[in-house]
Every structure is written in structure tokens, then in C-alpha cells.
T-cell receptor, first 110, second 111 residues
Framework: GQNIDQPTEMTATEGAIVQINCTYQ??????LFWYQQHAGEAPTFLSY??LDGLEEKGRFSSFLSRSKGYSYLLLKELQMKDSASYLC???????????WGAGTKLIIKP | EAQVTQNPRYLITVTGKKLTVTCSQN?????MSWYRQDPGLGLRQIYY???????DKGDVPEGYKVSRKEKRNFPLILESPSPNQTSLYFC??????????FGSGTQLSVL
């Protein structure tokens, strides 16, 4: 079967760092997306990892280990506006097969 | 501006009254997809289309229809809506290994 696991909810403090993990078991792998979604709004693109390693983009970084079926999203210098759900999605056996995790709701406290 | 346009943003209807949610993209993408999102369940794919006149079922297709007569448009049709189809719906499009572009969403309530 195909499975993606993310924590349901996480809490962090403004200004701190948080790491959101995503583990996957899929029949194929052609990349992994991270999206941010504020309540009631459309998901917005954060990152796309195809090869192993860390990719940094401003305050956000994403890491991938294909051998471990593992990715994480690292958010630094947290701001209140980072309160949102973070969705992990794996591109499966074809470019058009996306398998979505249920998302991690991140709550930022002052 | 590259975008996926989805309408309406909000829709309240009654059981059994046919409705259509429209979706249009201006990026000449081959792939388009419909998702529904319910609390705690994440995004679930309803139908997708790889190109004009090519559509296929996703994970939760029951009660829905789609058509792809033109590359830019991919409407979602509910022939006889039921309360369990109350949900937040998203249309999305993609080309190759690019990111997925989402429409702004349709919050549907079926009474």
C-alpha cells in the first residue's frame, strides 16, 4: 500500500525553530512536495525535493532521504503567520500520481 | 498571471439539486485534478485528467462526474448532491514535474 505519515499537530514558540517530519512508503518515488495551507485557503507551494539532501529557501528548509523514506521541513525564526497546516506529498510511479499526507497543523504561540 | 480559476468560492445547496463547479487554467497544463478536503483526512483525489477527453477516477469518485472537452477547463459535476458531499473542494493543474497549482477552493454545503 501507499502511506504517508505526518504528526497531526505541533506547537512552537514565536522566534523558535520547528521541524515537521514526513515518512512515506510508496510503490514509486519521483519527488516530494511540501505545501503550506492556511485555514480555508488553497495550499501554496514551499519546496520540491527529488534528490537526497537539504534545500534551503529563506527561513524554510526541506530535507530528503530516499533510502529512509523520510523528509522534514524546517522552519526558522517562527512568526505568527506561520501558523498553518503543512502538507507533505509524494510523487509516485508517474509524474501525475501524488499521494498526500493528512497534514500537520502548526500552532505558533507568542 | 499563471493561475487556476475556480468558481464559485462558496455554495449552499439542497440535496438532489444538480450543481457544477467550474475550473479553468491558463498555463496550458495537460494534467488537471479535483480534490476534496475534510478535517483530519487531508486532500483526497476525486478525479483527474491527463489531457483532453482523458479522465480517470481518483480515490473518492462516487457521486461525482467530470469532463475535459478543452485543455483549459475541467468542471466538477454533482448530479444529485448529498450531505456527505459537504466539503472544501480544490481544483489543481500541473505540467510534467512542476509544482501543482491550486484554485482558491469551493466551500460546498449540501443541506
Amino acid at each position: 500500500g501507499q502511506n504517508i505519515d505526518q504528526p497531526t499537530e505541533m506547537t512552537a514558540t514565536e522566534g523558535a525553530i520547528v521541524q515537521i517530519n514526513c515518512t512515506y512508503q510508496t510503490s514509486g518515488f519521483n519527488g516530494l512536495f511540501w505545501y503550506q495551507q492556511h485555514a480555508g485557503e488553497a495550499p501554496t507551494f514551499l519546496s520540491y525535493n527529488v534528490l537526497d539532501g537539504l534545500e534551503e529557501k529563506g527561513r524554510f528548509s526541506s530535507f530528503l532521504s530516499r533510502s529512509k523514506g523520510y523528509s522534514y521541513l524546517l522552519l526558522k525564526e517562527l512568526q505568527m503567520k506561520d501558523s498553518a497546516s503543512y502538507l507533505c506529498a509524494v510523487v509516485g510511479w508517474s509524474n501525475y500520481q501524488l499521494i498526500w499526507g493528512a497534514g500537520t497543523k502548526l500552532i505558533i504561540k507568542p | 498571471e499563471a493561475q487556476v480559476t475556480q468558481n464559485p468560492r462558496y455554495l449552499i445547496t439542497v440535496t438532489g439539486k444538480k450543481l457544477t463547479v467550474t475550473c479553468s487554467q491558463n498555463m496550458n497544463h495537460e494534467y488537471m485534478s479535483w480534490y476534496r478536503q475534510d478535517p483530519g483526512l487531508g486532500l483526497r483525489q476525486i478525479y483527474y485528467s491527463m489531457n483532453v477527453e482523458v479522465t480517470d477516477k481518483g480515490d473518492v469518485p462516487e457521486g461525482y462526474k467530470v469532463s475535459r472537452k478543452e485543455k483549459r477547463n475541467f468542471p466538477l459535476i454533482l448530479e444529485s448532491p448529498s450531505p456527505n458531499q459537504t466539503s472544501l473542494y480544490f481544483c489543481a493543474s500541473r505540467q510534467g514535474n512542476e509544482k501543482l497549482f491550486f484554485g482558491s477552493g469551493t466551500q460546498l454545503s449540501v443541506l
